[in-house]
């Protein structure tokens, strides 16, 4: 792992509503004294929110982590499409993920590495 970054697991999807080509962040792999454990993005959101920057996120073709509102969730975190700013949902993420797993990729093959901002 490269120093000052974080390795975030993220699905390269093409934007519901533009038709453009996005990431949409699904987790992230923490380092543990045992390598790494994965950690899903509504658990980490918030902290990552506070130390990615949108000019960071949008090298790696991901849009900024803000609050958005959903009908099913209201007022939440999430990423959306870097260029447009549509709502990448969890949900379909990890259904996307999940069938990607399924296919036998594994989480590495969705790794970015994205750099800290300045705290």
């Not at 974080?6 to 543990?32: D, F, K, S």
């Not at 849009?63 to 949902?89: D, E, F, Q, T, Y």
Request: net charge positive; with cysteine; hydrophobic share 40%.
């Amino acid at each position: 792992m490269e120093p000052n970054t974080i390795q975030l697991v993220a699905i390269p999807e093409r934007c519901y509503r533009c038709g453009q080509l996005t990431r949409g962040i699904v987790g992230v792999l923490a380092p543990t004294s045992r390598g790494h454990v994965f950690r899903e993005f509504d658990d980490v959101s918030a902290a990552l929110a506070q130390v990615l920057q949108p000019d960071d996120l949008a090298t790696v073709r991901i849009g900024p982590i803000k609050v958005r509102r959903s009908r099913h969730r209201g007022a939440h975190l999430s990423n959306g499409c870097v260029v447009c700013g549509a709502i990448l949902g969890s949900f379909p993420l990890w259904e996307s993920l999940q069938e990607e797993l399924s296919r036998g990729r594994s989480l590495r093959d969705f790794v970015v590495a994205c750099p800290l901002g300045t705290l």
